[in-house]
Structures are given as C-alpha cells and as structure tokens.
C-alpha cells in the first residue's frame, strides 16, 4: 500500500493502482468516459484530466499509477481546465440532439456536459455524418455520428466476450467503430455493449424508441435461464416489462447478464400468451372459462384417475424454471393424491442417477471461486451455451494462467486457451474419463482402479492429467449434456474417480435456473416413483405439467407428445398456448417468473428471492397460488400457506449447504459402444426454455438458426456423403432429413443435430445410434 492525497484528503491505494480507482473508493468522483473497471486502461477520452502536484502538465487519473507520497487535485484550476477542453472537443462533432436520443436520461456524456460544457458551441463547421452498421438483431448503431470513441465496446468484445466483433477503422474525426466485413455481432453477451457505451450510439433494438428512463419503474429479478442466477433490474411502464439490465452482483454475475436473460423479456407479451383459463370440450375444441370452473374440471378429472385407475398412475411434471414454492407444492399436490412421479428434469435419461448422487448436485463451489481455480477439466459441456457467465469467468482466469481441458462430443470454441482435449462420441465420454484417470494413476505410481484394466491412456488423456496434477486448486466440472446421457452414473462415477485423484473438487454445472431448488423442494420421485423420462415413455391415466412445453424440453419431444396424448386426463399449468394445447384438456394461465412472487436456487447453493415486477398478464395467476388452490379443492393438509415465502420456509427448514452433496454412490466402469453413427445433441442457447424460445430478437439471431447435420469430413466420408448433401436421418423413434454441414469439431462416428426445434423434433431422443443415408 502507498500513501497519497487526493483534494487533501489522504489514504492508502494498493501499489500499482490507478488514481481514479484510489479517488472512486474515496468517494471522490473524477469524471471519466473510457474507464470501466472491469476493462483494460485505454485512456483516450481524456476527460478524467487532474492535477498531480510536480507534474508539468494535467494527467489522466486513469492511467496515472499512484506513487508514495502522491498529490492529486481533481477540481483544482488546471484540473478543470484540462476537463472542459476535452468536453469541447468530445461536442465538436457530437449531434446536440438529446430529446430526440434514446439515451436521453440516462446518458454519461449529457450528465457530464451540464458541468464541464459550455452553454454555447464555438464550432461553426459542419458535424461529420456515420452510416449506420449492421450488428444483428439485438443492437442498433443507427446513430452512431454520437460516438466519442471511448472504446469500450471494442475492449469488451476483446476482453469479456472473448472475440473481437467490432473495431475502429479510419483516424481522427473519421475513425469509426464497425463490425467486420459486415457481420452482424453474434457474442452471447453482445448486449453488455449497450450498458457500457457512455453515449447513444449503441442502443437496444427491441427496447429503441419504447419509453423514457423516467418513466419505468425498476425492480430486482432473477434470471430463470440457467443455473448462475444472474441478478436482473426489471424496468416497466404501465405494468409492462420494457427493459432487463443487470444488477451488480460481484459474487454472482458481477456487472454482466448474458443476450438470453437481457432480451427474453419479449416473449412476456407474445400473442401466443395463454390469457384465460381453457376447457377442451367433447368436440376437442377449446374455450374460455372462470378460474372457478376450469379447477374444478381439473380436480375432477384428476380424482377420477385416482379413483378408477389409483393414484400411482398421476404424474407430476415440473420446469428448471419453475420456483422453489411452484415446485415444493406441485410435489407436495402429487403426494398429497397418494402418487410418488414426482419430477422437474425432463432431460434427465439414466433411470439410477438419483440413486448414484448421495445429495444434492451442486457447483461444489462458490461461483466466483471458478476464477480462482488453476486447473479445470470440464466434461460433457457446451459451456458458451449452457453457461455463458460462467464461461467468462473460466476466461478471466485463463489470463492469469488457469488451464482449462473438455472432454467432450463437439470441440466447440469457448473463446479461450484450451490446454487439452478429448473428442469422442457420448456413449464413450465414461472411458475417456477412465483414459485420464488411469494416466493420474501412472503420474503418481498409484494402482488404477480395478474396473478399469485394459484401459490404455491415449496422449490427450496424459496432457489433461499433467495439467490436472500440476494445480493447487482443481476443479472437475460435469455439464448439462453429460448429465443428459444415459450412463449419465457411470459419467459422474469416473469423473469423481478422476477428481479424487487429482485432489479436485467435482462439481455439477446444472440445467436451468432452479435445478438445485427443485431438490431441494422435494421434486424428485422417491422409491418407486417415476422420473419424468419415465413417466413420459409409457402413458400414466393423468399428468399435471407446470411451466413444461414436453415437445422441446424433454429429451425425446416426439415421444412426450405421444404420451401425453394418449393418456386419460391432462393439465397444464402454462404460460403459453401452444406449449399445451395440442395435448392438454385443462390449460391453467400461470406467471412467469417476472409476475410472481418466489425463489430460485443457483448452482452453487445460493438462495435468491424475488418480487414480481409487473401486474399479471390477463387472467394469469402466480403458479404457486394455483397449485394452493388445487390442493384445498382436494382437501389435502399443507395447502394453508397465504405467501410464497412461507411455502420457500418450509422448504429451507434445515438449511441448504447440509443437503448439497456431490459424493457419488456407484463405483467406476467402462461403456461399451454402439456400433452405428451416434447423436450429439446440444440445446442452442436460445431454445434452453418456453419464456427464451418465444423472443423475437433471439430468434432472429445466428444461434437459433434452423439447425443442420454437423459432420466430420472422416465421417462423411464413411458414408460416401460430402458437404452439404441432403441426408435422411433415421432414429428408433422417427426420422428427419437435413442438409450435412462439414465440421470437424464433432467426434468421429457422430452427427452433431441439435434438439428443442420442431424440425428435428421426430428424430427422439438427444444421443443415441442413427442410421444415415441420402435423401
């Protein structure tokens, strides 16, 4: 720590600070408009100027590192000088049309311009004029003549997102940010380039021209969409969500959120929302109803199933993004009626991985930890995909020297340095894992297990163990498409066998944004209760489906439909129509997570509450409130609860970290291998649930394009096919015909198709052998 004196106040600054950070944690504000803390210093705005005593001119308190004994005057004569002269040129070619400027309220330049600004401009020359550039769907660059050349978006691409999109071409008043050769910006978390632009030259596209920042409202959230929880600030007028930006949160998602939490608010207001109770008549025609008549036909028809056919044969079918108090009483409805198939994972497909988990599937860490490891094996992930924050985080920390490997089907790029891979089809990722296992052993002149003899460690499985046994803080990481398998025990087993051998900590990256909270709800079948796979494989007499769409959610949607539509009596507890209507009797209108009070457990174990922020939409009412009501008109005992927080109370008796446990109960083995062409399926980052798959703007995007057959040239050429060939591709549940797309990232003898589209929606199940042959 070094002393120094900033407007006469002194303290200390870590060595090698800059002055405007040791200023800001003095509470001293130094204006500023290309410093962002979570970026490199680039110090060309100029603006935050300041007098450092002995310096022969004013420096940029940005890039001024602090020095023992150092005097810093921010608002000193010269400081302030120095400011209002750079104001004046940053105003040279700045459009002064603030009221018409949809940054207008909340815009750095126009706040800072109050005070260092004069009241009139001494240019009289023309201001220069910038096309607009094309950058997709999600930002608008319509007024980029605003730009000040901070260059922050250019350093966020780079630095946070990972690739570099955008850049500045030309010098001078003629520099310009662009795209690229014209391509549109495809970064999951392009829209943090909105937030951090000081100005209006990059704005939302889907929120441009819709409200004044003073006229919403704001309010805390949680992201429903995967399992970091990232923490949202809702913004709405007139009970209508307009706008989703982040909420600081350092130990969660710092300053960030992902494009899928920022822009799915679209899909809240789409023309497909359910907004009335629904009865399908004899006729198999719908109609409206009240709320009182639609439970009452639910109630009905639900008691009649348990009357004639016994209660065993009620399933209960929950969502990863349904809350902790949906979930606790959709469990506690299903027991309460005498049925055990109780079950929130619809991907899930090994019929013993509750029996192979002690506890709760968690992180295993906190998720700010993941920057802090030095060595990472991730198994089973398209981690850009899945879990774009956490991706960042493993990004961050690879530039202080983390090593980070996969083991995985498809060597997708995750925008940072890859220490080591192995690339082979699922159905063989346990045997990789013994392959690194069995190389930890030979490194340390141990005895391998014995059910992995025979098992040779190929080179890469060598470099990941020199890598894994060559860190202090180590962490083996399984991912939602390993999780999905149906050697998803045999997985966990030998990356637990892996992790105790490299002193690492195994840790469950988890699907959804609630996975861990609908453990911890009880939402898991108990002996002898059906998962939700099963109780999709084989039709029950009735189900009740909250906030699930089976066709997309579920590991074999063709298969769900056919189930669902040949059993006897159907709810659905929806927020859409069309997710249920096709095999439905009673459509129930519930809240999405933005217009219900409730709480979302993230991976790591964090509990997270929230309020709604808008007015529910037409006769929509809060899930949990429904689920209540149901349980009374059945007259069954703990339905009294009259808030959502007492229902999370009862949930969290005992607390969390107790029940959260990663220790895996089967012993280690080896897979054998099917002898055809396998499936990888990934879900794309903007098809994961319901709320995502109906956002305009995210449809619209590179990464919800229909989806092709993904092929290594090997593979192509085994089956006598070449780039771009139309090819049938048969499955034991259907069969689909796709365009082959060359990609040498996916595993010898696989084809990567991806899931939760209704074009590749017969094809079942997400892995499994295929048969291919020309259309």
């Not at 009596?569 to 129509?577: D, H, I, N, Q």
């Not at 062409?677 to 449809?699: K, M």
Request: net charge negative.
């Amino acid at each position: 720590m070094v002393e120094i004196t900033i407007d006469g106040i002194k303290t200390e600054a870590p060595e090698g600070s800059m002055v405007i950070q040791a200023a800001h944690k003095l509470g001293v504000y130094v204006p500023h408009f290309c410093y962002h803390k979570k970026l490199s210093v680039a110090a060309n705005c100029r603006m935050c100027l300041v007098d450092v005593e002995k310096a022969p001119k004013a420096l940029p308190a940005c890039a001024t590192p602090v020095t023992n004994g150092m005097v810093v005057r921010t608002r000193s004569e010269k400081a302030v000088a120095a400011q209002k002269s750079v104001m004046e040129f940053l105003l040279i070619n700045h459009p002064l049309d603030c009221p018409v400027c949809d940054q207008g309220g909340e815009c750095q330049l126009q706040d800072l311009a109050v005070g260092y600004g004069a009241s009139a401009s001494r240019y009289k020359e023309a201001k220069r004029v910038v096309v607009a550039k094309e950058m997709g769907p999600l930002i608008s660059t319509e007024a980029m003549q605003r730009c000040i050349h901070c260059t922050r978006c250019v350093r966020f691409g780079q630095e946070i997102g990972g690739i570099m999109e955008i850049g500045m071409i030309n010098r001078g008043e003629h520099a310009e940010i662009t795209t690229f050769v014209g391509k549109a910006v495809e970064s999951e978390l392009s829209g943090n380039m909105i937030d951090i632009c000081p100005v209006g030259a990059l704005l939302s596209k889907p929120f441009k021209f819709t409200a004044r920042t003073w006229e919403m409202a704001r309010r805390f959230s949680v992201s429903p969409h995967d399992s970091l929880g990232a923490n949202l600030v809702v913004q709405s007028k007139l009970d209508r969500v307009l706008r989703v930006v982040p909420f600081e949160n350092e130990a969660v998602n710092e300053c960030w959120i992902s494009d899928r939490d920022r822009f799915s608010y679209e899909a809240l207001y789409v023309e497909d929302r359910l907004a009335h109770p629904m009865i399908k008549g004899e006729d198999g025609q719908w109609r409206e109803a009240s709320w009182a008549d639609a439970l009452q036909v639910a109630m009905r028809g639900l008691n009649a199933v348990r009357e004639n056919f016994g209660a065993d044969q009620i399933g209960a079918i929950g969502s990863p993004i349904a809350t902790v108090e949906e979930l606790a009483l959709l469990a506690r409805l299903a027991r309460g009626l005498g049925s055990e198939n109780v079950d929130f994972r619809l991907r899930v497909t090994d019929p013993g991985f509750d029996q192979a988990i002690k506890g709760i599937p968690w992180l295993g860490m906190p998720v700010a930890d993941l920057g802090k490891l030095d060595r990472v094996l991730v198994v089973g992930s398209f981690i850009r995909a899945d879990h774009p924050l956490m991706a960042q985080r493993l990004r961050q920390a690879c530039k202080t020297g983390t090593q980070v490997s996969f083991i995985g089907s498809v060597a997708d790029e995750p925008l940072f340095p890859v220490q080591a891979r192995i690339n082979v089809a699922p159905s063989q990722l346990p045997n990789a894992l013994a392959e690194v296992a069995v190389a930890l052993a030979e490194a340390s002149q141990q005895a391998a297990p014995a059910s992995f003899e025979g098992i040779q460690a190929s080179e890469a499985a060598r470099a990941i163990a020199a890598s894994l046994a060559s860190g202090e803080k180590v962490a083996v990481l399984i991912g939602n498409m390993a999780v999905s398998l149906e050697q998803a025990s045999l997985v966990a087993a030998n990356a637990s066998a892996v992790a105790g051998a490299a002193g690492a900590t195994l840790g469950f990256l988890t699907p959804g944004g609630n996975t861990v909270g609908g453990y911890l709800a009880g939402a898991t079948p108990a002996q002898g209760g059906l998962t939700a796979e099963q109780m999709l494989r084989e039709p029950l007499r009735g189900y009740i489906v909250l906030h699930a769409e089976p066709g997309l959610d579920s590991d074999n949607g063709a298969r769900a439909l056919d189930t669902l539509k040949a059993a006897g009596f159907k709810v659905a507890l929806t927020s859409y129509r069309s997710a249920a209507e096709e095999w439905a009797d009673v459509m129930l209108p519930v809240s999405p997570f933005t217009e219900t009070s409730g709480t979302f457990v993230n991976a790591e174990g964090r509990v997270q509450s929230f309020k709604g922020v808008a007015a529910p939409y037409a006769d929509t009412r809060p899930g949990w409130k429904v689920l209540r009501v149901l349980g009374n008109l059945f007259e069954l005992p703990g339905f009294e609860d009259e808030t959502s927080e007492s229902v999370r109370d009862t949930v969290m008796v005992g607390g969390v970290e107790a029940r959260l446990s990663n220790e895996v109960a089967v012993k280690p083995g080896l897979a054998s291998k099917p002898a055809g062409i396998e499936r990888v399926a990934d879900v794309p980052i903007y098809r994961s649930d319901a709320i995502v798959r109906r956002a305009e703007a995210l449809q619209a995007t590179a990464a919800s394009r229909a989806p092709r057959a993904r092929i290594s040239g090997a593979t192509l050429a085994s089956i006598g096919a070449q780039d771009g060939d139309v090819l049938k591709f048969k499955s034991a549940q259907g069969q689909i015909t796709l365009s082959a797309q060359l990609d040498d990232t996916v595993a010898p003898g696989c084809v990567h198709i991806s899931t939760a589209f209704a074009l590749t929606q017969p094809l079942g199940g997400g892995f499994g052998e295929l048969t291919v042959e020309r259309a």
